[in-house]
Every structure is written in structure tokens, then in C-alpha cells.
């Protein structure tokens, strides 16, 4: 009833389940459907950026060499032939003594080869025609936006892995993809565990709670750029359990159950993962919440088996469920960042255990703050929807105090490619 | 051809463009489509946290007189009667002398009034039955959990307009919303002009570049929260463009234009806005990129007039178009969070007006940074793909070197209720 667990270290859990990571395979979609999806290849710029010689504001494109006398003295006058805007072509060749008023992004005329911007010009009509006043001289070249000044052909400029989002797109639209190689979404499936749960829509009676576990979840899943399907409770039987369990791994490429880990009468999961002959990595953390976190992994399936507390289970799926879905997704940098930041408030409760802490990050005049948010209580569900950090405390037989340095795992930030260190020892910093 | 622009400081800017925000009506939806929309009312507690004094971990419900004089030397012997694990209720009364084994989250037994857990009891079999020794006493609501004592029924859990991420979920799902308030997204149109613009599918020719910006914006738009249409190109004909901009009034929020804005020849909008009685808030800011970026105001609906230049129009849309979005949906915090960073490279290029460079955030043992990404060439779209923040620098006849302070605007931050500030002083900071 019992059974035997060692705890192993946060780390320690993170490298287990990392070494059983797969890549996901590829697929392409339309430019407007990538927004929120991760590239499955590198982007190449098909062409220079500029892709011609052009102008790049309103102005002359002028022959240099018809100014190289000029000055406020000895203005030349040269006239203008044509105008021609953005997208389209000068009609006729440009003789020594004439300009085309060009706007911007127009390609440069085969016979200029400066561009003279209005401030710097004059424009009259004589005899029916236009002409401009020049000054001053130019050289050749003079404010013209060179063919791949700034990209050239060839060049690599988005890796596989990258998060796609607005800026990203105006690249792939620059670059002609209207198809984007995406990754395609893991399927993760989600099992609620624990005779006390009710469903959301249900109404409260005594004894039971309602089920956020398993909605928190979907959505910490769809975050993370894979496919959530809930498959709703387990109920309270060992055969039930089994082929329910049995039966969505064959739907999936990992499974989520949250609840029924907690060292109670009720969890066959350590039944299940025996029966089904797969390799549990671990089933006990150095950790608080989510000590009883289960990992587990069939044939390049996982397990994930997170605690039904809905702090623990929060953090579990952030910690070991987050990077693992990210690394299918081909991002470099499936880890949740890690930054340094100054306690606002103290925090005087100690713990001999790893505490992760929901908090927020702060800037103060370019100095990270962190401030705990809500109790400590790991139970406290409400101050989920407030948080954007984990603060990760290192256990010990103090608390902590304001100004101390601690660190912080950033919720909502692109990640990083450094896997995450158990925090070991507190840097006092003075109070800022 | 050459109308009067009158330049305005970006925070006047605006200002104009929030004298015109309104807010979206609510719409019900299911729980599970809630993720990444925005709670369109304050979201209330409807029962107590917890909702009945029960177990916050795994022991045995006693009575705490039974232990009043146990002690090392005298420990007391309680009869376990009833295994009871979360969700179920104990069957029979719980007499003097007794006690009841209750997994976490287990309602308390009504006879009951302190948790005694496993660590602090030695289970053992008598005459067929089950015992625990306890050795120490224990007072009246030890190691309970009291109903209400995380969350009071009735108290505030959310704001209206609070976006709806897995922790928001995981509130709303204990608290019973499978129907969800959320603000209906405002409709925004988008028309692309330029006639050197190629759809994204097609091949490039001279002269002629892809039309990034419309995809770009298309993305910013759901980013914001709104639903986004694209209407194609706008081609360079009076009539057209200003029957395509009337029509399109009548199906969107707001209606942006990338494009067209720049002083050039072929910009009909200033003659459209015009022609339809619209309100021309500005149409020159003080600002690098984007000078030209105009908004208009007709009966509540609202037309950006974004810069063809992708850096430009990126930045127009962040500033001026995102807050106005954003309000609809209720935020309280439209804004662009600004912080404080140092920088960390020189930026030698001076420019007499207000700039917003593409940058990335950055944290160093504490210290927040600040890198420019790319070259500082209002063209550049890759570099769009790699930024973060907006380095804001206030104009001036010198570049900024490393180890500066700058302002920076936080790009995937949720926001802040503070409007943006322009730059107008530089802070000399020490390197670091």
C-alpha cells in the first residue's frame, strides 16, 4: 500500500524525462494559419533584400555626374522627365541634364545612380517643362538603397523551432511563404483522477470539488503549442483504469493524468504503469508542491502523472510535461528561463524542500523584483491567474527576507536552452 | 500634392487616438474555447475555498481530546474505524477513542477536529483490528483546513478584461464557469495599398516587392484579441480606393491601411478620410519610424493609417492601434509596459526626433538590459522577428552608448494602465 519512493532532484527529473524526447514531423499550412505554431525548418532568404536598387525615401534619382560642379553659387538645374512611384518603371532613358522624381521603394532608373531627397532640391516650371535646382554635389551612390544591403540571398534567417508570431510572419511573407513548414501538434491526452471531483458545470455538494485540474491543464497544453484532449475522470476501478489508460495511449503521443499520485488508498497508477511495462523514471521529487510527481515512459510514449493539486499540478506540467512538448516541436529552447530578481516582501515560512512559488516579476528603475503572490498554501488555486513567475526557493531551515536574490522561472517568456538548476545556495544582496 | 502636416509628440498621439475607445459587448462561450480571450465582466467567487473544513493532506481524523495527555511516555492507542478517501463522506460516528483514516481533500468527519498525519502515528493490528499510538497532543482545528480560509464566497477573483491564460482557466473551472463572459472581438479591416506590392504567393519581378506588412498586421490584429480581415490590395484609382474604404465601414471596428501614407504621389487617404467626413486626429508625429502615420475617427469607427515601411507600420500598430483594441476588450491595461535597461552595446547613430528601435530584453544577475536587433534601417523586417521590446530613444544630436539607461516598451507583456511617456532625458548610468 506503501510503496517505496526516493526522491531525486528537480534537475535530476528534468534530464530523466528529457532523454526520452522526439521530434515531431512536418507539415505545411497556409501563411495565415501559422501564427502561435513553431517552424519545422529553417527559413532561407530566397532573394536580396532590397531586391533591386532603390530609393528609400521621396526624392530625384538624378545622374551624379551632372552635379559634380554644383553649389550655392552655381546651381544646376535638371529637368525632370517622368515621375514614377513604388512598383513601377521609368518609360525612357534619363540624358545627361534630366531626373525623374521618384518615390519611395521605387527602383532605381538604369541611367541614375544618386537620389537628390526634396529638401535638398527646388522645383520650377519654365518654358512647360519641370526642373529642379541642385546646390550641392553628389557622388555616386549618394542615398541609394543598395540590392541586398540588408539581406542577402541565401542567408539564414529564421532556425527550426522558432514560435511564430507577428514578426515572424512579416518575414515569411517578405520571403514568399505562403506555405509554412510547421510542426505538426503532439496529441496529449488528459485524465482526471479522484472520486471528488465534479465537472465544471456540476453543482457543488459536500465533499466534492470541482474539476480545474483537467481544464488548467488543457490550457497550460494548448499554450505550449500541442493538441490537448480531455478524455474526462477515472473512476474508482482497477480494470476501468487499466484499459481506459491502455486505450488513449494508442491516441496519443503523451498522457496527462492529474490527481490519485498523492501516497493514498485510491492510486492504481503505479498498478498501471506495471501492468503496462512501462519504465518509471521517477515517482518522487525534492520538491515542493508536486513531490509525488510520476513520470513514466512506454515505447517513446510518456506518462505524465501530476499531483492533484492544483499548484503541484500547475508546476509539474511547466517543469517536465513544458520542455518535453517543446522539444517535439523543434524549439532550441524548451526550458522555462531562469532570471535573478530582488524579493519585494519577506517571505518568512522555511522549508527544507525546493519551493516553487507563484509570483510576479517586477522592473524598478532596471533593477528584477519578485514578489510572491497569495499564500503559500499550495491549494490556493486563485493565485494561478495572477501569477507570471515561479519563484524557485532553495529549501533550508530559514526564510526569506526582502531584498534577498532569488530566482525565478519566467511562465510567459520564449524560453531558454539551459535546463533547469536546482537552486542551491541564497546570494544576500542588500536591500535596494 | 504636398499638404501641411503639423508633427505631434507620440504621447499626444496617443491621447487622441484614446478620446475614441469604446467597449465590446459580452458573449457567453464554453470553457474550453475561453483560452486567450478576455473576461468581459469581474468573475466572483460563488462558494467558499475550501468549501468544507476538510484535509489538506494524507492522516487520520481524530478527536483531540483522545490526545490531550499523550505524551512520549504516554502515548494514547486510537481504533482506526473507516478508510475515507476524498470525495466520500465517513459512514458512522466517530466515538471517544477512535479515529478514521481520511486521504487529502477529505471532508472532515463531523466528530472530528484535528488531522493527526501519517509521520506523527504508528499504525498497528489488535484483536483483528486497526490502531494508531500517537505520542504528542493535539489541539482543536489542528492541521485542518477551515472552510473559506483561502477564498471567501462573494470575494473578487477577477477583473473584467482580464486575458484568460491556464491559471485564469484553472479559477474559473473551480468557481463553476463552463459558460465563460468574454467581450465579442472587435472586427478590424485591413487594406493593403502600394501598386509595388505582390501578394505573397507570387513570383518577384522588378520593381516589385511582397506584400509583407498586410500578414504582419493581419497577426498583430489576433494578437490583440480581435478578429482581423484582410481585404486584398487597394489599386491606384480614386473611386475604387474610396468605395473599397466606405464598404468596408460598414463591416469592421477600425480599418487600417498599411501603405500609401508616406508624402507621395499616389496617396489618395488624406482626400477618402475627406470625402467621408472623417475626423483626422494627426497625421504627423514626432517620431522615427512612422512620421506619417495618420488616424481618423468617423461615428466611433476608427482608420490607422499605418506606414508602408514594415518597421513603421509594426511600431504604429503597438502604439496606436493595440491600445484602442485593447480597451474594447476591456483591459485596464492597454499600454505597452515601459522599464528601465542598460544597454548593452553603443548605439552611435543620433537623429533629432524620438526613436523606437527593434531590442531585445535581457536579464543579467538581476539587472535588466537592453540589445538593439539589427541595423537601425527603417526596412529591415527580419529583425522584426527577433525583437521583443521597443528600445524607446528620445530624440538628440548624439548616439547612446553602452551601459546608458533606456526606456524599452515590453512587446509580450500583458500591459499596463500607464500611458506611454515620451522619452525626453537620457539617465547616465555607471557600466556594469
Chains 1, 2 share one sequence.
Request: proline share 6%.
Amino acid at each position: 500500500m506503501f510503496e517505496e519512493r526516493v526522491p531525486i532532484s528537480v534537475s535530476e527529473a528534468v534530464q530523466r524525462v528529457m532523454q526520452y524526447t522526439k521530434k515531431g514531423k512536418i507539415e505545411y499550412i497556409d501563411i495565415e494559419e501559422a501564427r502561435g505554431r513553431y517552424l519545422g525548418e529553417a527559413v532561407y532568404a530566397d532573394h536580396n533584400i532590397p531586391p533591386f536598387d532603390r530609393t528609400p525615401l521621396d526624392g530625384f534619382a538624378i545622374r551624379s555626374e551632372d552635379t559634380s560642379n554644383a553649389s550655392s553659387n552655381r546651381p544646376v538645374h535638371l529637368e525632370v522627365i517622368e515621375t514614377v512611384g513604388a512598383g513601377n518603371m521609368v518609360k525612357q532613358p534619363v540624358k545627361p541634364g534630366q531626373a525623374v522624381r521618384v518615390m519611395t521603394g521605387t527602383i532605381m532608373p538604369e541611367d541614375c545612380d544618386a537620389i537628390a531627397m526634396f529638401e535638398l532640391t527646388k522645383e520650377f516650371d519654365k518654358d512647360g517643362k519641370t526642373w529642379i535646382e541642385i546646390k550641392r554635389s553628389f557622388k555616386k551612390g549618394d542615398f541609394v538603397s543598395f540590392e541586398g544591403e540588408e539581406t542577402k540571398k541565401g542567408e539564414r534567417l529564421l532556425d527550426a523551432g522558432t514560435f511564430i508570431h507577428a514578426g515572424v510572419v512579416a518575414v515569411l511573407a517578405t520571403f514568399g511563404y505562403n506555405k509554412v513548414p510547421v510542426v505538426k501538434k503532439p496529441v496529449i491526452g488528459i485524465y482526471a483522477t479522484g472520486t471528488e471531483l465534479l465537472e465544471v458545470e456540476e453543482e457543488l455538494v459536500p465533499g466534492k470539488i470541482r474539476n480545474s485540474n483537467a481544464y488548467m491543464i488543457k490550457t497550460q497544453v494548448q499554450q505550449a503549442g500541442a493538441n490537448a484532449v480531455y478524455y474526462g475522470q477515472l473512476v474508482d476501478d482497477f480494470d476501468h483504469c487499466y484499459h481506459a489508460v491502455e486505450n488513449a495511449l494508442d491516441q496519443v503521443d503523451a498522457l496527462i493524468t492529474t490527481g490519485g499520485v498523492s501516497v493514498g488508498d485510491f492510486d492504481y497508477l503505479p498498478e498501471i504503469y506495471q501492468k503496462l511495462g512501462a519504465n518509471v523514471l521517477f515517482n518522487k521529487i525534492a520538491m515542493r508542491p508536486g513531490s509525488v510527481t510520476t513520470v513514466a515512459e512506454k515505447e517513446g510514449k510518456m506518462f505524465f502523472g501530476l499531483s492533484g493539486n492544483p499548484s503541484a499540478c500547475f508546476v509539474g506540467f511547466e517543469l517536465y510535461t513544458k520542455p518535453w512538448i517543446k522539444t517535439y516541436l523543434h524549439s532550441p529552447k524548451p526550458y522555462l528561463e531562469c532570471v535573478k530578481g530582488t524579493l519585494t516582501h519577506d517571505f518568512p515560512k522555511p522549508n527544507p524542500f525546493t519551493r516553487f512559488i507563484r509570483g510576479k516579476i517586477g522592473f524598478n528603475r532596471g533593477i528584477v523584483t519578485s514578489s510572491p503572490v497569495g499564500m503559500d498554501k499550495s491549494q490556493v488555486v486563485t493565485s494561478l491567474a495572477h501569477s507570471d513567475v515561479l519563484i524557485a526557493l532553495p529549501g533550508g531551515s530559514r526564510g526569506y527576507k526582502k531584498g534577498d536574490e532569488v530566482d525565478m522561472l519566467l511562465l510567459f517568456r520564449e524560453g531558454t536552452s539551459e535546463p533547469f538548476k536546482d537552486p542551491t545556495k541564497l546570494r544576500k544582496t542588500e536591500n535596494r
